[in-house]
């Protein structure tokens, strides 16, 4: 099918820009409020003061707030690995029957490469034909991947959408644009090295039949690059926590959470309702995951996994971890706009998630630098910056991550993760340079677009 006869009508260009234009505060299009930028100077200057008045007392009450903060995270990742072990499978029968029309938008830009890899996992996708809609959202100035996309000469369910240079170059906006051109009853959002389970489509369906109230259903990412690199094997034992605990816990006590970046599965109707993915945003995923709670939406999660491509070098992770800490100091700063508004949105159980999982999690990676120089100064000089509690605290800490990743390990069924555990800590502290590099980015270019590029590892055949 050629990019003429066959593809998808295009949409209106007017729609990425809705969230934007309609409802400019629940958009990044805006990093920060007057009231942000005022608030957030004036508690620079407090802080300021307060150190050149008495350092102690405020270094003081800064490692309390910040042990009290890691105390909760190690109770919260305790919790939720208990939680991933006492939980029986819930593995639910794929629809065999009565299957809607569905849509498929895989958004691509630069990724000639790896675009026939896509095809073939698409196309083992178990759904009827005559049911499926698969967008293949190109961009306007990416001719390479054009290219490809021709020579392939595809015929339907495949179609593409074209997406013009307006606007900021994210995939948000590609997302949007496909968005307007969908004509299924349900939605899913694969990325260029994806590869689906050939049945999650039907078993997300079950899941949406299960439980009618929820808007969006996804599925567990997992690595299948694991052994190209040590940052690869990092990647995949934290993604087997994320999927495998952390989002199965959320779901289960039917609290917001932030989504994947793909393999997520959406009414249609709704997602057009609260208006699409926010094209500013760097992480549309979780920004979509709260925009969704805070509209009373319930999310929920099945086991059809998708396999990905990690990156396989520290660069090209700092590189994609950065854009990630970007979007989740965007999606945060959103949110507290009106903390109140939120509040009342969230509720208190989901309002605490929220600040516990996207506020502790951008913390956290301030901190992991930081505290692994506290305990290197401490173990290896004589000067004790730690005290005897916090050497307690932080091997508690590691305890806790370790058992964490054994435990992920047995709920995604990938044992190759352990092997990952025991040189977890030497990985954190990487998140300190990206939180810094993506705090810079926020203040200097806060839509752009860091691309990951696909492609560069050896990967099992399917």
């Known amino acids: 099918m050629g990019m003429d006869g066959g ?3 295009q949409p209106a260009a007017a729609f ?7 409802k400019p505060d629940r958009s990044a299009h805006r990093t920060l409020t007057w009231t942000q930028a005022v608030l957030l100077g004036v508690l620079a200057f407090v802080f300021v003061e307060a150190l050149v008045s008495d350092w102690r007392i405020t270094l003081t009450l800064i490692y309390i ?12 990742r305790l919790l939720a690995a ?7 499978p819930t593995r639910m029968e794929a629809l065999l029957t009565g299957l809607p029309r569905y849509t498929v938008i895989c958004p691509l830009r630069r990724e000639a490469a790896v675009l026939a890899e896509l095809i073939a996992a698409l196309d083992r996708i178990d759904y009827p034909r005559a049911s499926l809609q698969i967008l293949i ?3 306007e100035d990416d001719a390479e991947t054009r290219a490809a996309f021709e020579a392939l000469k595809l015929a339907p369910p495949y179609q593409a959408v074209l997406v013009p240079l307006e606007g900021p170059p994210t995939k948000p906006k590609a997302l949007n644009f496909a968005l307007q051109a969908a004509s299924g009853e349900f939605s899913v959002v694969y990325d260029a090295e994806d590869r689906p389970h050939p049945q999650q489509l039907r078993a997300a369906l079950a899941a949406f039949k299960h439980a009618p109230n929820i808007a969006c259903v996804q599925a567990p990412l ?9 940052i690869s094997a990092q990647f995949a034992a934290e993604y087997a926590i994320q999927f495998g605990v952390i989002l199965p816990f959320l779901a289960q006590l039917k609290l917001p959470m932030p989504l994947g970046g793909t393999s997520n599965h959406f009414r249609t109707n709704i997602l057009r309702e609260i208006g699409g993915w926010d094209s500013y945003n760097v992480t549309e995923d979780a920004d979509l995951g709260y925009r969704l709670a805070a509209h009373g939406y319930n999310i929920n999660v099945i086991q059809h996994p998708t396999f990905e491509e ?54 956290a990676a301030f901190a992991h630098g930081p505290l692994a120089l506290l305990l290197l100064v401490t173990t290896f000089t004589p000067i004790n910056l730690l005290g005897p509690q916090d050497i307690a605290l932080t091997v508690f800490g590691l305890a806790t991550a370790f058992y964490a990743n054994l435990v992920s390990a047995v709920a995604t069924r990938d044992l190759r993760v352990i092997g990952a555990a025991a040189t977890m800590p030497f990985y954190w502290p990487l998140t300190t340079i990206a939180a810094w590099m993506a705090l810079f980015d926020l203040i200097t270019r806060p839509h752009y677009w860091a691309k990951t590029t696909h492609g560069l590892s050896a990967r099992p055949a399917t």
């Open 310 to 363: 990690a990156p396989i070098t520290v660069r090209a992770w700092i590189n994609q971890r950065t854009r990630w800490i970007k979007g989740h100091l965007q999606t945060w700063l959103v949110l507290m706009r009106n903390p109140f508004r939120t509040y009342a949105e969230l509720g208190f159980r989901g309002f605490g998630a929220m600040q516990l999982v996207l506020a502790g999690g951008l913390l």
């Open 82 to 88: 208990a939680a991933a072990l006492a939980r029986a």
């Open 65 to 76: 707030l910040a042990a009290f903060i890691f105390t909760l995270s190690i109770a919260w």
């Open 222 to 230: 997992l690595i299948d690059n694991t052994e190209a690199s040590w």
């Open 137 to 139: 959202v190109l961009e």
């Open 16 to 22: 990425w820009r809705v969230l934007a234009a309609q």
């Open 7 to 9: 593809s998808a009508a």
